[in-house]
């Protein structure tokens, strides 16, 4: 009896052991649905201006150099979107999304940035944040934390048609407030000052962004190389009453570059109106052997008229000969030969 009593309170204990442990994993898997504070501040549309050469010094770095100028830069334009959005958080970070297309095409792709007038570069956070399609293929929305609104990108990537890699730039100018693209801004997700809180279960879908885009978040980016990841929804260190909004004004932001710079030799024209030493040099070549050639022309020309000459004037002196010697005995040569 008493044994038959310890087994039924080891299958009561095992019951209930198995309900806790039950318990624990539900109350574990809703733990991942964290409030947590929204990243308030704005979102700007802008101009995305695609660039082989730096847009400040005009520099190419990229291996096909200034006689390549033409072709990288139709290059880097059927690659890189024209219109992109950047985000400011309250707490001053700027993000700033681009659309890439030729993915297909591309990989590789990394990124360093700065501000402008900078010489040096520095490795930003970077990630996927949406996905698409369009007549050149994929496309990839890519979010690039940069050090401000007037800055530069430095971009490279590997091109397979090309079999090597491309070094480009660009850079975002004439903001515009709100997003008017169907990109999804993934670091604000509240209005500047905004203090509600959101539920930090799933931010692949940007929500608070005024696009229509539906592309899923990936930044796991395996073809684009990171610095620190992006941060997700929620980073923010803005603290504010729950259900209070303050209202904010909009900042307006600007870019110093008013037009991008182009390599200061990068036409056929152009190098010709230098007139540097290598190429005044070429020209004289050029010339001196043109005339060379004249010369010999000219030389060729005035030895065949002598010799046509001479021998008109061998075959006038052989017709010559040959009419003296055949009416010599008519002339009397022949009778003084005979008398001696």
Known sequence: MKRENMMKIVKRMKRALTGLLAALVVV?????AIPAQAAGGNVYTCVIHPCYAHPVTGVIEDSGGEASYATGQGMVDGAVYTTGILELTDSGEYYLTIRMSLMDYTSGHSFWVQNVGDSDWSSPAVGVTGNGTDDNGATADVCIQVPSENCVVRGSMYVEPMGRDVIFYLYPSDYTAGNNTDMNATIVTAASGSGSTSTDTDTSTGSGSSGSGSS???????SLQSGSGLPSSGSSDT????????????PELS?????AATPAVSTDTELSDAQGLSLST??????????????????????MAVTVSGL?????????????RKNWKRWGGGYEDDDE
């Open 28 to 32: 574990i898997m809703g733990a991942g």
């Open 216 to 222: 899923s978040t990936d930044t796991s980016g395996s």
């Open 239 to 250: 603290e504010t009453d729950s259900g209070e909004e303050t209202a904010a004004e909009t």
């Open 255 to 259: 870019s110093s570059i008013d037009e």
């Open 282 to 303: 070429a020209e004289e070549d050029t010339g001196e052997a043109d005339q060379g050639s004249f010369g010999g022309s000219r030389a060729f020309l005035i030895g």
């Open 312 to 324: 008109i004037l061998m075959a006038a002196a052989a017709v010559i000969v040959y009419f003296f």
